[in-house]
């Protein structure tokens, strides 16, 4: 099945979003490579499909599945955190990336927790996301997964001594745009994220990596890019996934930190019901206007938040219904509820 046109228009809205980043850090996005002729399109379309709207350095990765071989799948985690729907966009990706061959590999960021955490929490960690996982993208992980701590794995640890000798400070403040003002826990902190980012090519030198992330970690990207060159290790594939819109409209992201303006794997159906009754929608001010005009589903949050749970050809229906005006918010909302609450009565079972 062929990248749908909503698919298309989503990921264009996030490059625009991004389009200060996107040319400073030379992105490509993949609405705008479609028309390439090379025997990765498909790839490229499935990648949006995901949710995800472009890849820095994706050649080992597209190489790799296209033969068929083993490759690493970065997944950084923190401690004790609250699964939400953000997380399930992650879940999903690297729920494909494991048909296609990847073996995660989670490291938990345990510099954001202030202190190492042990063996038994981190076990305690992927139990919990191990369930939600399961249930909501009907796959397993690897029963050996590895998993470790940035601050109790020894390999990693080295290989950060290696990373911090490699940084220069003139370029990392130039890179960062930070002044002579900056901690030292702050430059410790580009260490560990460049080691994460690097390390599975310590475990798996043999295999191209790809790390699953955002936007966010584009400036730690970098650098990777300039540290794995001097210390002539894989320079990883990112995969840069769109960031869900808050509850409460579009100018604000999903947070774990604001409860009104997410959906937690961990709600029941009840409370999904409730919070996406209330998510801000694309609609016209009048029902008149919407039956002519359409509505606007990429100012929606219902809907952006709404196909992370549906199938992908209800998604296209959704948006179809919407743009056209066959269907108000209210009318769209009661159609598409029963089947999103429904996965999180069932996750209670």
């Not at 460049?194 to 992330?213: D, G, K, R, W």
């Not at 966010?216 to 990777?224: L, V, Y």
């Not at 990112?238 to 409860?259: A, Q, T, V």
């Not at 992908?312 to 509820?337: F, I, P, Q, W």
Request: net charge neutral; aromatic share 8%; glycine share 6%.
């Amino acid at each position: 099945m062929s990248v749908e046109n909503w698919s298309i228009q989503v990921a264009r809205q996030t490059s625009e979003l991004e389009k200060v980043k996107t040319s400073q850090f030379g992105l490509v996005p993949l609405c705008d490579e479609l028309d390439r002729q090379d025997e990765f399109g498909e790839l490229r379309e499935d990648f949006l499909k995901l949710g995800v709207w472009t890849l820095q350095n994706p050649g080992p990765i597209f190489r790799a599945i296209m033969g068929e071989k083993k490759f690493s799948i970065l997944v950084g985690m923190r401690p004790t955190q609250r699964h939400h729907l953000g997380h399930l966009t992650t879940m999903k990706e690297l729920s494909w990336l494991q048909s296609k061959g990847g073996t995660p590999i989670f490291v938990f960021a345990s510099h954001e927790s202030g202190k190492a955490i042990n063996r038994e929490e981190l076990k305690e960690n992927m139990s919990v996301f191990s369930r939600f996982y399961a249930h909501f993208t009907q796959s397993t992980l690897p029963a050996k997964s590895t998993f470790l701590s940035d601050k109790a794995d020894d390999g990693l640890r080295l290989l950060e001594d290696r990373v911090s000798e490699q940084i220069k400070l003139n370029k990392l403040l130039q890179l960062y745009g930070w002044n002579n003002e900056i901690s030292v826990s702050q430059i410790r902190i580009v260490s560990m994220m460049v080691a994460t980012f690097l390390y599975p090519s310590i475990l798996h030198p043999e295999q191209p990596t790809i790390v699953l992330s955002d936007i966010n970690q584009i400036t730690h990207a970098e650098m990777t890019k300039i540290i794995a060159r001097k210390l002539e290790l894989q320079m990883p594939t990112f995969s840069y996934r769109m960031l869900l819109p808050s509850l409460e409209g579009p100018e604000k992201r999903m947070s774990i930190k604001d409860p009104n303006s997410t959906v937690f794997l961990s709600d029941d159906s009840d409370q999904v019901s409730r919070k996406m009754s209330r998510a801000f929608s694309g609609g016209r001010k009048t029902i008149e206007e919407q039956r002519v005009l359409g509505g606007e589903p990429l100012r929606c949050s219902f809907f952006k938040i709404a196909n992370t749970l549906i199938d992908y050809n209800e998604a296209t229906d959704m948006y179809t219904n919407c743009v056209s005006g066959s269907a108000t918010c209210r009318e769209c909302k009661l159609k598409h509820l029963p089947e999103i609450t429904k996965k999180f009565s069932e996750s209670k079972k």
